[in-house]
């Protein structure tokens, strides 16, 4: 069973939160440092993101780009906006499937809770065309193997 939680606010937001079994400043690097980025933020099973750029700091560029299995690819590409280390980014992002989908702007907040970190992720949408295109893909389902694929890597990291 999943155990990411995702609402909508309005025509506009998507919240997404979820436990992760790590303490804030691990789970915090895991979102900006771009070689543990690789290891976990694949979606399913079998991908693989062979590019991943990440400059965290306000105005340092975001570029991360997976295979889809049959000769193509699609990417992300975006900008950090504000980095509070160990509690909260703020960044833009925009996803070419292949064309390019309009921006996301997204604040991620890490808050410690027992053993691990509770994520608060907001993305603000343009309107509610997109916001409704976002909740009928597969993200959900990518985001939760991606956060289970973290987990596996930060408790790998603490043996």
């Known amino acids: 069973m999943a155990r990411l939680e995702l ?17 804030p400043e691990a789970v915090y690097r895991a979102h900006v440092e771009a070689d543990t980025i690789r290891r976990w933020m694949l979606g399913p099973e079998g991908w693989e993101m062979p590019v991943c ?31 509070e280390p160990f509690s909260r980014i703020v960044h833009v992002e925009r996803m070419f499937l292949p064309d390019p989908r309009p921006d996301n702007h997204v604040e991620t907040r890490f808050a410690p809770e027992g053993e691990g970190t509770r994520i608060a992720m907001r993305m ?8 409704d295109a ?12 991606s956060y289970e694929r973290m987990e596996r890597v930060l408790a790998a990291s603490r043996s």
């Open 124 to 131: 603000t949408l343009p309107d509610g065309q997109t916001r």
């Open 134 to 145: 976002m909740l009928e893909s597969d993200m959900a389902e990518g985001m939760e193997r």
């Open 53 to 83: 750029a990440s400059d965290p700091r306000p105005g340092g560029g975001i570029r991360f780009e997976w295979p889809d299995g049959e000769g193509g690819s699609f990417h992300l590409t975006g900008e950090y906006v504000a980095l």
């Open 7 to 23: 609402a909508t606010e309005d025509d506009r937001h998507i919240v997404v939160t979820r436990f992760v079994a790590a303490p």
